[in-house]
């Protein structure tokens, strides 16, 4: 038996940051931005953001080397077409990272780590606008 040395164990992202706590607070955080945000708020469609909360906080998790529970809750992720009943224009965008920036920052994660999971936030976010201006 090869013993890995110390150090050198590979981590996942969803590891190096925290785990589920920190996905936790960042979700927590973003959602406490949606509830008072005049035009997010409107476009989910429960009166209670706690489970749309917990989606987001099991899908990132997922998505970062986490536990696979929102898979086994809600299948396959297909977030584009999970986003086709809402209009995701360029104000909605530019909304919902404006609450995520909020909550990242509060984070205070390492800067390298902070700015990989902003990149896959702009990217992601980018990429569900689904109505012109
Ligand atoms: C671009 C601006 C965005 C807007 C306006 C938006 C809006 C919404 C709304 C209204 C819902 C329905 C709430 C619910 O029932 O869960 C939703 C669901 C969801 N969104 Fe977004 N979203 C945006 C971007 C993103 C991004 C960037 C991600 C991922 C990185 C994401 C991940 C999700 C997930 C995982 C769900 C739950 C899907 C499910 O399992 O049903 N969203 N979003």
Redesign the pocket.
């Known amino acids: 038996m090869t013993e890995i040395p110390r150090g050198t164990v590979q981590q996942t992202f969803y590891e190096q940051v925290g785990g589920e706590p920190t996905f936790r607070r960042l979700v927590h955080r973003f959602y406490e931005g949606v509830a008072e945000d005049p035009l997010?708020r409107p476009?989910?469609?429960?009166e209670d953001l706690g489970?749309?909360e917990e989606?987001?906080a099991l899908?990132?998790m997922q998505y970062w080397g986490g536990p696979r529970t929102y898979s086994e809750r809600?299948g396959h992720?297909r977030?584009r077409m999970?986003?086709v009943p809402?209009v995701?224009d360029r104000a909605?965008?530019d909304a919902?990272l404006k609450h995520m920036r909020v909550a990242l920052d509060e984070l205070e994660l390492a800067p390298e780590h902070a700015e990989q999971l902003w990149n896959y936030?702009t990217y992601?976010?980018g990429s569900?606008?689904n109505t012109p201006d």
Do not use: D, K, Q, S
Request: proline letters at 12%; charged letters at 15%.
């Open positions: 997010l476009m989910y469609p429960e489970p749309a989606r987001l899908f990132l809600r992720p977030l999970r986003h809402f995701v909605a965008h919902w936030l992601a976010a569900l606008i």
